[in-house]
């Protein structure tokens, strides 16, 4: 069956601009989580979906970043008045039972 | 703050040679995983270790879990070229959710 996919693969914008980011998790995966791996680091945690609620939100960095789950399905990842900083891989991973992540591609964000 | 650190964070060696790669923390894991990643994707998982003490093997490949939970290795015997990647550790709180905490990644080139 299809993987978890992201969209898009990849995004330039200009600093102070909003984006979003798209990720589709694997059908009947209930939970779904969100990091971000800068180059040369492992990922790190952002948030995490149980559902439709954020179950845990402890690793967004500041109020600029905000993610959604409206359906239990489909999240996306917003990004407000971006900065040169947020330049990384967005990578999403969902799960059916909380314990093997399977992760998309990756969305690679740059900005300028 | 659960940390893990990995070891070496660069490793460039033969092609037949064998190599260990390193993950340890301060902190007990539900369980650890190891990932693969490509350039351009996300991680891909290659195995979860959960007993204290477990050994896994896969192929070439053979996985331990520290007695106490908190370190694991990856030994790979008779490295291939084919086997040129990043390889991350990552360690799982199943009361926080199962949110992964990732080391920095060893990034291996074998070299023909």
């Known amino acids: 069956g299809a993987g978890v996919s992201q969209t898009p693969s990849n995004k330039v914008t200009e600093k102070g601009k909003y984006v979003e980011l798209r990720c589709d998790p694997i059908?009947?995966?209930?939970?779904l989580y969100w990091y971000r791996q800068s180059l040369g680091q492992g990922p790190e945690f952002l948030i995490y979906?149980?559902?439709?609620?954020?179950?845990?939100d402890s690793g967004l960095p500041n109020d600029r970043f905000f993610a959604v789950r409206p359906e239990g399905s489909v999240s996306t990842l917003k990004i407000q008045r971006t900065e040169r900083g947020d330049s990384a891989v967005y990578l999403c991973?969902?799960?059916?039972?909380?314990?093997?992540?399977?992760f998309g591609p990756g969305t690679r964000l740059l900005v300028l | 703050t659960q940390l893990l650190e990995q070891s070496p964070q660069f490793l460039s060696i033969q092609e037949g040679e064998n190599l260990t790669v390193y993950c340890n923390s301060s902190?007990?894991?539900?369980?650890l995983q190891w990932y693969r990643q490509e350039p351009g994707e996300g991680p891909v998982l290659l195995v979860t270790v959960v007993t204290g003490g477990e050994v896994k093997k896969l192929k070439r490949l053979t996985f331990q879990f520290g007695d106490a939970r908190k370190d694991s290795s990856l030994h790979i015997t008779a490295a291939q070229t084919g086997d040129t990647g990043l390889y991350l550790c990552a360690g799982a709180d199943y009361n926080q959710g199962g949110k992964l905490i990732f080391g920095q990644g060893t990034e291996l080139s074998v070299k023909p």
């Open positions: 979906f149980q559902g439709t609620g954020a179950a845990d």
């Open positions: 991973a969902s799960t059916p039972s909380g314990e093997t992540q399977y």
């Open positions: 059908s009947g995966h209930t939970a």
């Open positions: 902190s007990v894991f539900s369980s």
